[in-house]
T-cell receptor, first 110, second 120 residues
Framework: DQQVKQNSPSLSVQEGRISILNCDYT??????FLWYKKYPAEGPTFLIS?????DKNEDGRFTVFLNKSAKHLSLHIVPSQPGDSAVYFC?????????FGAGTRLTVKP | NAGVMQNPRHLVRRRGQEARLRCSPM?????VYWYRQLPEEGLKFMVY????????ESGMPKERFSAEFPKEGPSILRIQQVVRGDSAAYFC??????????????????FGSGTRLTVV
């Protein structure tokens, strides 16, 4: 049962441009959404989160947008930097459970 | 100020052997979560523990897998009679709060670097 889906396994963008990573979920009970970043041979690192009562949360170059009616969230990175190259996991929580997507591998080309 | 420590980083076991994966949470954290990442897949929840208690093991396979978090010492994920399909990266995370928090709580918790289990 894949309640959190990241349909794009990979994304490649040019340095300085915007990166948009997408995530869809099916469980309307999720009330908190998070993005994690993972480098090879390391554990995931928390990046940014958003509560279901909000539709946008911004932290520096990172902004997460939540569209509850569409059960869709996205992570915008602008401007993208080569150091942003990593796998990005979307996660959703009900407070009792946290489910992760399969991840999107972002490559930012210099 | 160590983060979540997992060891070993790499573990090779022959089919039928036992694998023991250890996780020491961050100082002050009393909640531990284990996740498994199979190749080309996302992180799959396995088990959530507090000290001496298993809170949620709904993601654990019913057989061969067990987990504990004793009063003293690290959390242990134990896999008996390993099979090739157990080969994966196993991540541990810890938090000072239960995921069962109130709205406004940042549920982001801290992951360890993982143990990569290879069954040959």
């Amino acid at each position: 049962d894949q309640q959190v889906k990241q349909n794009s396994p990979s994304l490649s963008v040019q340095e300085g441009r915007i990166s948009i990573l997408n995530c869809d979920y099916t469980n309307s009970m999720f009330d908190y959404f998070l993005w994690y970043k993972k480098y090879p041979a390391e554990g995931p690192t928390f990046l940014i989160s958003i509560s279901s009562i909000k539709d946008k949360n911004e932290d520096g170059r990172f902004t997460v947008f939540l569209n509850k009616s569409a059960k869709h969230l996205s992570l915008h990175i602008v401007p993208s930097q080569p150091g942003d190259s990593a796998v990005y996991f979307c996660a959703a929580s009900t407070g009792n459970d946290m489910r992760f997507g399969a991840g999107t591998r972002l490559t930012v080309k210099p | 100020n160590a983060g979540v420590m997992q060891n070993p980083r790499h573990l090779v076991r022959r089919r039928g052997q036992e694998a023991r994966l250890r996780c020491s949470p961050m100082k002050g954290h009393s909640h531990v979560y284990w996740y498994r990442q199979l190749p080309e897949e996302g992180l799959k929840f396995m088990v959530y523990l507090q000290k001496e208690n298993i809170i949620d093991e709904s993601g654990m396979p019913k057989e061969r897998f067990s987990a504990e978090f004793p009063k003293e010492g690290p959390s242990i994920l134990r896999i008996q009679q390993v099979v090739r399909g157990d080969s994966a990266a196993y991540f541990c995370a810890s938090s000072p709060l239960s995921m069962r928090g109130t709205r406004g709580t940042n549920y982001g918790y801290t992951f360890g670097s993982g143990t990569r289990l290879t069954v040959v």
